[in-house]
């Protein structure tokens, strides 16, 4: 059975910064792309960013280019979101999830439970 | 980035009623397209890909149709388990996007 479990959110001064990690258990790992999407309270989903499998391409939405960074350490299933210059609307649970691939087209199979990310002095 | 808009926002119906969700996208995505539910205090699960592929498990009242700039998600006779929120995704370039969603609400 798949797994992913979130960890390392909580409460950071706008500014600050916060590692999130995603634990992940079930399948070989290395071999899936994955993501990290948000969802501010209240809010509608937001895809952040997403990794290739092993790695080797990142990708990230406007609002987090440059203040955000993806990885991936594939010796230890876990996936990475390192958040910096965090801002007020950087509020949100975050979310993990599997991507899967079938004739070519994608989705996200499985998600994490989530962990929330407060930005606020 | 590719727009996304979820109509409506919010529907009413009742148990037994046949719904449908738009989904219009600002530019072609031919079938790369993913519809969501979302319950309150949980993370979202995958009922179609591929516009009209049901995911294993998903129960076959749930239908996709569509291709290009215009999706549907069909629930054919709703259940009790199947109000909760609705998202379509489309996967054709990054950044992947969302549509806002649309709650599906007991009348």
């Known amino acids: 059975e798949v797994q992913l479990v979130e960890s390392g959110g909580g409460l950071v001064q706008p500014g600050g910064s916060l590692r999130l990690s995603c634990a992940a258990s079930?399948?070989?790992?290395?071999?899936?792309?994955m993501s990290w999407v948000r969802q501010a309270p209240g809010k509608g989903l937001e895809w952040v960013s997403a990794i290739s499998g092993r790695g080797s391409s990142t990708y990230y939405a406007d609002s987090v280019e440059g203040r955000f960074t993806i990885s991936r350490d594939d010796s230890k299933n876990t996936l990475f979101l390192q958040m910096n210059s965090l801002r007020a609307e950087d509020t949100a649970v975050y979310y993990c999830?599997?991507?899967?691939?079938?004739?070519?087209?994608?989705?996200?199979?499985?998600w994490g439970q989530g962990t929330l990310v407060t930005v606020s002095s | 980035a590719i727009w996304m808009t979820q109509s409506p926002s919010l529907l009413s119906a009742s148990t037994g009623d046949r719904v449908t969700i738009s989904c219009r996208l600002s530019?072609?995505?031919?079938?790369?397209l993913a519809w969501y539910q979302q319950k309150p205090g949980k993370a979202p699960e995958i009922l179609i890909y591929?516009?009209?592929t049901l995911q294993s498990g998903v129960p076959s009242r749930f239908s996709g149709s569509g291709s290009g700039t215009d999706f549907t998600l069909t629930i054919s006779s709703l259940q009790s388990e199947d109000f909760a929120t609705y998202y379509c995704q489309q996967y054709y370039n990054f950044p992947y996007t969302f549509g806002q969603g649309t709650k599906l609400e007991i009348k």
């Open positions: 999830a599997k991507r899967i691939e079938d004739r070519g087209y994608s989705h996200f199979d499985s």
């Open positions: 530019q072609g995505v031919g079938s790369y």
């Open positions: 079930g399948y070989t790992f290395s071999s899936y792309a």
């Open positions: 591929a516009a009209s």
